[in-house]
């Protein structure tokens, strides 16, 4: 028997865009207001999170954990640090947590002055209270750079555009697969992910060139792939590993990546499998202005996949300063 499986690409997000905790532990069925008092906040790379007291009806004081969207995703919409009003009393909109007592995920904030923040950064959500708002969908500017290499720091250019690319795609699994995605536990967002999952994130990615060697750089986790343009290593001597062994090759003004040697056991972060017969294409292509970089992958892999299968989207050049993090605090 085999099944296919529609991909999400919010699904695949890694924990530096979501919160600490799964999306899937929260009610996301109905929305849930609070008021009370914003008592404290911690803001680090990849998340945020906030201590909020609200008023029992016994009259105790309960003290609630928030969470919400990543820092770099509230960044990428306009919402900064100090907007919050750490000591004073708002109004909250968001999700209550299935499994955990006092858990939320925040995703509106009505502040003392009337002013609202909008804490899911995309174009799909509303304000809930006022005219005044900050944040929503990610703000995108091209830079004016005069840079047409290849060879620079990409970003997303909004995170509607990046989910869209995912939806319609299905991978049709074998039945080993689809037995072996039954057993899968739940995914870790504090682990980095390997490839190809790795590359399936809307945060920045930078390229550079080092003559025998480009070097691909993503800004969660820290995460560093080196790809060998020398072909001068027979791939199979090469030690299994995570990020697998990349080889690099020019096609015209197109390079392409080919990964194998990957013992990754996770298609993506659902649970997908994939053995360490997986292989990967990787395809750059700029537009002919060279203000967005095409990227194509398609993965291939008998053993779990019935047909290969591509995601593709675009990187733009909005100037951003590549700050790299592997900040995720234990549970």
């Avoid at 008021?35 to 105790?60: C, T």
């Avoid at 969207?69 to 750490?86: H, N």
């Avoid at 720091?153 to 995912?166: C, K, P, R, Y």
């Avoid at 190809?196 to 993503?218: C, T, W």
Wanted: hydrophobic share 40%; glycine share 8%.
């Amino acid at each position: 028997m085999r099944a296919a499986i529609a991909i999400i690409l919010l699904s695949v997000l890694p924990g530096a865009l979501c919160a600490h905790h799964s999306r899937a532990d929260y009610d996301t069925s109905a929305f849930v207001e609070m008021e009370g008092e914003l008592a404290s906040m911690r803001w680090i790379k990849p998340h945020q999170s906030f201590e909020f007291l609200v008023e029992g009806a016994d009259g105790e004081i309960q003290s609630w954990n928030l969470e919400g969207s990543g820092v770099y995703s509230l960044e990428r919409s306009g919402i900064t640090e100090d907007l919050y009003p750490i000591g004073e009393r708002v109004r909250i909109a968001g999700w209550q947590t299935r499994t955990r007592s006092r858990g939320f995920f925040l995703t509106h904030m009505l502040l003392p002055d009337g002013a609202e923040l909008v804490l899911l950064p995309t174009a799909n959500v509303d304000r809930r209270w006022s005219e005044d708002f900050s944040g929503g969908a990610w703000i995108s500017e091209p830079t004016s750079s005069q840079d047409g290499s290849l060879f620079r720091t990409w970003s997303t250019e909004s995170l509607d555009v990046f989910i869209q690319a995912g939806l319609g795609i299905e991978v049709e699994l074998t039945e080993e697969a689809m037995a072996a995605k039954a057993l899968a536990s739940e995914f870790d967002p504090c682990v980095a992910s390997g490839m190809p999952s790795a590359m399936v994130n809307p945060l920045p990615v930078q390229l550079s060139d080092h003559g025998d060697f480009i070097e691909i750089r993503l800004e969660t986790f820290s995460v560093v792939r080196r790809v060998d343009m020398t072909n001068s290593v027979d791939a199979e001597t090469v030690p299994l590993s995570k990020y697998g062994y990349s080889t690099g090759a020019w096609e015209g003004d197109v390079l392409e990546v080919r990964t194998t040697r990957v013992n990754w056991p996770w298609f993506d972060d659902a649970g997908t499998p994939q053995t360490d017969g997986v292989e990967i294409l990787e395809r750059f292509t700029q537009d002919d202005d060279a203000a967005r970089l095409n990227y194509t992958m398609t993965v291939s892999d008998p053993a779990s996949f019935v047909e290969p299968v591509t995601l593709a989207w675009q990187w733009i050049d909005i100037g951003e300063r590549f700050s790299p993090h592997d900040l995720c605090e234990a549970e």
